[in-house]
């Protein structure tokens, strides 16, 4: 949960 | 190895239309460590297909596995498996599971 958290959000990429 | 993961599905996706259609979010480093497909576009190769859903978590790309590739690269990857002229398909490994 802490982990989670801490890790940024991803970008989105449209292939 | 892709075939030992538990409740994976090969997926192969014919290259049916110019576009492959399809959005990722995730990647190692990230809240989300595999891809993850967020859009199927409607008339992309990947709707045709019919078999890719949205939620479902992308393992490999034509054998190669995408665990531990940031976004970009696992981008890349896809991008490079529509790309090519040596396949007239792409082959997903996903699971439902994330």
């Known amino acids: 949960r802490e982990k989670r958290l801490t890790l940024p959000p991803s970008e989105i990429t449209l292939l | ?98």
Not at chain 2, 19 to 24: C, K
Not at chain 2, 62 to 80: K, Q, V
């Open chain 2, 1 to 98: 190895p892709g075939l030992l993961e538990p409740m994976s599905t090969l997926v192969r996706v014919p290259k049916s239309a110019s576009t492959l259609g399809i959005a990722i979010e995730g990647g190692a480093n990230t809240r989300q460590p595999l891809p993850r497909i967020v859009t199927i576009q409607r008339g992309g190769s990947a709707h045709n297909c019919g078999q890719l859903k949205v939620g479902q978590v992308i393992l490999e790309v034509n054998g190669i596995s995408l665990r531990g590739r940031e976004h970009r690269e696992a981008a890349c990857l896809i991008a490079e498996a529509f790309k090519t002229k040596e396949k007239d398909y792409i082959d997903f490994l996903i699971t439902e599971f994330n």
